[in-house]
């Protein structure tokens, strides 16, 4: 499978995986990897081969450092497993496998969100987790039913976290068209705004036309991490 880069384009948050792509700039082959490596190490492990298969080699020796010392750490973890640690990590794959394309898509974005967390935003979705599992069961189906009857972009909004999440709404309409390359910055720009800078976003958001948002953006990246909140609130109250 030959390493390629995803296209540069614009993702609507409409569009399935579009977070992926707004937080990650990994190339396919990599996910392809990630999900077949247990099966190739246990092969491996199985059959006493001293090695991976020289054609998964060549790709992971296309990888960046960090990612290929990633994939061996992995590798190397899955082939130290003993005779019933593989029979069940065989098992799982199989289990994975029998999935239909939908729901493991949909896992691996959820996954690949949870790993994208700041920690304290992680702790705050266990925290809402337990809360949510001692509610009684009609309590937690009314949540559930709530949560799926909003806008398919904005329930994907919560992926980004319960801040980031919390401010969507309010906010996605600014980053709706935003070049692939650009999604890692403006999400970090996010995350470091305080609450007050991202109601003044959202209320600059609001004001600016479509054809104007692109401006926007580029004059809030080009602010200095620590000025961004005093700009916008210059921008909203001059």
């Known amino acids: 499978m030959p390493a390629r880069e995803i296209?540069?384009?614009?993702?609507?948050?409409?569009?399935?995986?579009?977070?992926?792509?707004?937080?990650?700039?990994r190339m396919p082959c990599v996910r392809w990897i990630e999900v077949r490596l247990p099966a190739v190490a246990l092969l491996c492990a199985c059959t006493a081969a001293?090695?991976?298969?020289?054609?998964?080699?060549e790709v992971m020796e296309r990888l960046p450092e960090a990612e290929r010392a990633r994939l061996v750490e992995r590798q190397q973890r899955v082939s130290a497993l003993d005779e019933d640690a593989r029979r069940a990590l065989l098992q799982r794959i199989a289990d994975w496998d029998a999935l239909p394309e939908a729901e493991r898509r949909s896992r691996r974005e959820g996954w690949d969100a949870w790993q994208a967390l700041p920690?304290?935003?992680?702790?705050?979705?266990?925290?809402?987790?337990?809360?949510f599992d001692a509610m009684a069961p009609a309590e937690q189906q009314s949540l559930r039913e709530r949560f799926d009857a909003l806008d398919t972009s904005l329930r994907r909004g919560w992926l980004l976290g319960p801040t980031l999440?919390?401010?969507?709404?309010?906010?996605?309409?600014?980053?709706?068209?935003?070049?692939?390359?650009?999604?890692a910055a403006l999400l970090l720009a996010l995350r470091q705004l305080s609450p007050q800078g991202r109601d003044d976003l959202s209320v600059l958001a609001q004001r600016t036309s479509p054809e104007e948002r692109d401006a926007l953006r580029n004059d809030l990246l080009s602010q200095p991490p620590s000025s961004r909140d005093a700009w916008l609130r210059r921008r909203v109250d001059p």
């Open 165 to 183: 999440g919390e401010d969507w709404p309010r906010l996605h309409a600014l980053f709706a068209q935003v070049p692939d390359d650009g999604h």
């Open 119 to 131: 920690h304290d935003e992680r702790m705050r979705m266990r925290e809402a987790r337990a809360r």
């Open 50 to 57: 001293a090695a991976m298969p020289t054609a998964l080699q």
């Open 7 to 25: 296209p540069r384009r614009s993702i609507p948050p409409s569009t399935h995986g579009w977070w992926r792509r707004w937080t990650c700039s």
